[in-house]
């Protein structure tokens, strides 16, 4: 169930980062918008999901676990349009902050769905 869980707040953060940086970016919503779920997807299931699986395994308090993920976003999605863009700093700009609102997402989702009960 963790794991069907991890999947479907990773494919729904992708979603709605797509929505939310086009209104923060654009002021608007339009089929536009998702272009960016065909980065922000694979980044949210192949970078955010599997390194907070890996620093969960390893232990990492909650909040290490998510300041570690923004800093992925950051970073991976800088990367990804960085060197889809040779490098220019806009591009590069423009998907760290695609990469930022990804993990901010991720971040919120997790957290909405996490079960109330305590294990011991």
Same mark, same amino acid.
């Given at each position: 169930?963790?794991?069907?869980? #991890? ?10 980062? &797509? ?9 608007? #919503? ?21 390194? @907070? ?44 902050? @695609? ?5 901010? &997402?991720? #971040? ?13």
């Amino acid at each position: 169930m963790a794991f069907m869980r #991890i999947v479907l707040v990773s494919v729904l953060a992708a979603v709605a980062a &797509c929505a939310v940086a086009s209104l923060i970016l654009f002021g608007n #919503i339009e089929g536009a918008s998702f272009a960016p779920l065909m980065f922000a997807l694979p980044g949210s299931l192949l970078l955010l999901a599997t390194a @907070y699986a890996a620093l969960a395994e390893q232990g990492r308090p909650l909040i290490w676990r998510y300041a570690a993920l923004i800093a992925i976003g950051v970073v991976g999605g800088g990367l990804m349009l960085g060197f889809i863009s040779s490098g220019d700093g806009k591009n590069t700009a423009l998907g760290s902050f @695609y990469g930022l609102t990804t993990a901010l &997402c991720w #971040i919120a989702l997790h957290a909405l769905t996490r079960p109330k009960v305590r294990h011991r």
